[in-house]
């Protein structure tokens, strides 16, 4: 007999997305013809930027010559890649990461996904509340939580993110090893300001903890006192990890590019006491069970920090926060609280009532898709996210029917 992870069997039934899914999908057998508009799931809906196109094209023509072609490539990614990853979203802004700091992966879900790997399984883990779904099920799957009781895995601290808060957790009282915190935040769109971030790493320095930062929707910052990446934050290089992604900020989601920042200074301990250095854990992690990301996906992404590939991710980022801006004022005007969508691309609306009963509204009512709070954990509940990904055109009809059905 094949025993199985049991750890698996304490993840919640359904997904989110799948329950989203067959919800939708009864709709759609009932009302034939019915245009559904998403602004659930968060994926982008523009085209990859014409610098990227174009480098793409030019890395794929390389591979087809016998001089220019490569095989496998570095798994930590090209040295050109990590120059201008270093150079452009680092120095540039006057933050010390040296190339050999980070990581190029195919995604921001697997490497904060494996990230906790690293890690015994005694830790005590951190976790916002609500919370993008991968920092806790990996958790689950590896076996550092309890059962699921009401809705929030036994062993886990969760940290509210409320709205008397910001939707920006307070630091705990009692000790965490492991902190997840996502700035800008999925799902609620929510910033935190240098002074939050810097509690954070405050509290990590004191109680020897690890943060584990995802700033996968940095490029939609546009507020200039917001900081980029934790390690605009003095101390933060020996307490944090930084993941980032071009999914987001580049239409990456299909092409898949991303990469982990993992300062030198940062350090867990053995059990004899003897310190280890993540960076070189997680290289050899890396290098064991993962071999790189395309050479032409690397050109690609290399492109968005060219010149023009600066100015049309610029324009992308703006496009989307444009429909965010729409989604906010146009949600306000029919007495919605809403919250995000200024430096993010998601909307946190508060319904006012159950999150699932909300999501059956909007899309009897209005044929459009949200995302309920609840699905991202219990304080979710009371709140739905709307996504700005999507056409401006399928926005604004969302938007009319929205307002036709609930106003
Ligand atoms: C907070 C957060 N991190 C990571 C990801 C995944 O990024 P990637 O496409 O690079 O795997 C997402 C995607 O929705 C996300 O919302």
Known sequence: MIRINENYLKLKASYLFTDIARRVANYAAKNPGREIIR????????????????????????????????????????????????????????IRIEPDEIFVSDGAKCDTGNFQELFSLDLAIAVPDPVYPVYVDTNVMAGRTGENRDGRYQGLIYLDSTESNGFVPMVPKERADLIYLCFPNNPTGATADKHRLAEWVRYAAENGSLILFDAAYESFIRDDGLPHSIFEIEGAREVAVEFRSFSKTAGFTGTRCAFTVIPRECRAYAGTGEPVHLRELWLRRQTTKFNGVSYPVQRAAEAVYSEEGRRQVRELGDYYLKNAGLIRERLAGIGFSCFGGLNAPYI????????????DRLLEHAGVVCTPGAGFGSCGEGYVRLSAFNSRENVLAALDRIEDALK
């Open 348 to 359: 946190w609306v508060k319904c006012g009532s159950d999150s699932w009963e909300f999501f």
């Open 39 to 94: 602004l659930g799931i968060g994926d982008v809906t523009c085209p990859l930027p014409p610098a990227c196109i174009a480098a793409f094209h030019k890395a794929v023509e390389e591979m087809g010559a016998e001089k220019t072609f490569r095989g496998y490539g570095p798994e930590q990614g090209y040295q050109f890649l990590r120059e201008a990853i270093a150079a452009h979203d680092f120095q540039e802004r006057g």
